[in-house]
Structures are given as C-alpha cells and as structure tokens.
C-alpha cells in the first residue's frame, strides 16, 4: 500500500523521467547488459551503442510500461497482467531477473539519471520508488508460480 506522500513522490519523479523514456531506457538497459551480462542473453539483437535504434526502441517499451504503472499504481495487477502473461509464457524470461532487491539499485540509476537533469531526489523519493519498483517486480513475475 502506497501512502498519498508516497504516490506523490512516484508521481514527481516520474516527471522528470517522462519524455526522456527511449534514452533514459537505452542507458538502463546498456547498464543492465554491464552489471548483469547474464540479462543480455535475451537481448542478443540489440548492439552496445547508446544511440542504436533497437535499443532506443526497447528501452522506450519498458519505460513507457513503468510510466503506465506510474498512472495506475493503484491497480498495477490490472495493468501489469499481459506483460506478466509475455515475460512468463511468450518470452520465458528468468524470474530471477527482475528487479529483486539485488536490482534495487540498477532501478534507482534511472531516478538518479533524473535528478541529475533537474530538481533534487529526496531519500523520500528514492524509499517511495523503492516501493513501487519492487510492486511492479512482484506483479511482473507472479505468472510464473
Ligand atoms: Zn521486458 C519485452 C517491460 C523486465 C526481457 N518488456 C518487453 C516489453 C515491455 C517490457 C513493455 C515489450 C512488450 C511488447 O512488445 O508487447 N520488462 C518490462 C518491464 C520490466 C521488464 C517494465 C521491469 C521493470 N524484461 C525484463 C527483464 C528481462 C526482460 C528483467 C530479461 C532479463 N522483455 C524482455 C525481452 C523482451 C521484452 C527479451 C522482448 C524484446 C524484443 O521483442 O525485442
């Protein structure tokens, strides 16, 4: 459960990362590939080039995906459902990939990346979205149990 402090926060920082969701996303998935090479096993198309079209292109999916969490952060088993359904069923994709608490940090790059840009990242927004990434986590590989 998300206090209204807590949305409030998510809902901020989502802010800064909004329009940004093909760069911001090509960078977390190329730091993604660095920290954790056994994740680029399904990414084998994508090329190591922050400025490669591919990666742009996924990294904006995923992102525009978390922003539509952000929207619906009150439901996200509603939301989240069909992309469970894919990462569980079509893509097969490890459980043990996403974001658990050994990502946390990996996930807490993207808000860094945003307050780099603008404005302060409070250790309130880092705890709020702390939160609802490890709620998205949750939804996302529930599929598999
Ligand atoms: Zn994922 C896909 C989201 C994680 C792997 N994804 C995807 C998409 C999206 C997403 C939106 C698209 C879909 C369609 O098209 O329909 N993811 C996401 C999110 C997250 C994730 C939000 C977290 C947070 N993924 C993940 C991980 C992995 C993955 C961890 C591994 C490692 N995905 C994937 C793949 C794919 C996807 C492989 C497919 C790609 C292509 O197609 O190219």
Do not use: C
Request: charged fraction near 15%; glycine fraction near 6%.
């Amino acid at each position: 459960m998300l206090s209204a402090q807590e949305r409030a926060h998510i809902a901020q920082v989502w802010d800064l990362i909004a329009g940004h969701e093909a760069s911001f996303g090509a960078e977390l998935l190329l730091r993604l590939f660095t920290v954790y090479p056994s994740t680029k096993v399904y990414f084998r198309h994508l090329g190591d080039q922050p400025d490669e079209v591919q990666l742009l292109s996924h990294g904006q999916r995923m992102l525009q995906a978390v922003g539509v969490a952000v929207q619906y952060m009150d439901n996200l088993h509603a939301v989240l459902s069909p992309l469970a359904d894919l990462h569980a069923q079509v893509l097969r994709v490890d459980p043990t990939n996403f974001p658990g608490p050994s990502h946390r940090p990996l996930l807490r790059q993207l808000v860094v990346l945003a307050s780099h840009l603008q404005g302060e990242y409070t250790v309130e927004m880092q705890a709020a979205w702390d939160k609802f990434l490890t709620g998205v986590a949750v939804v996302l590989t529930e599929k598999y149990r």
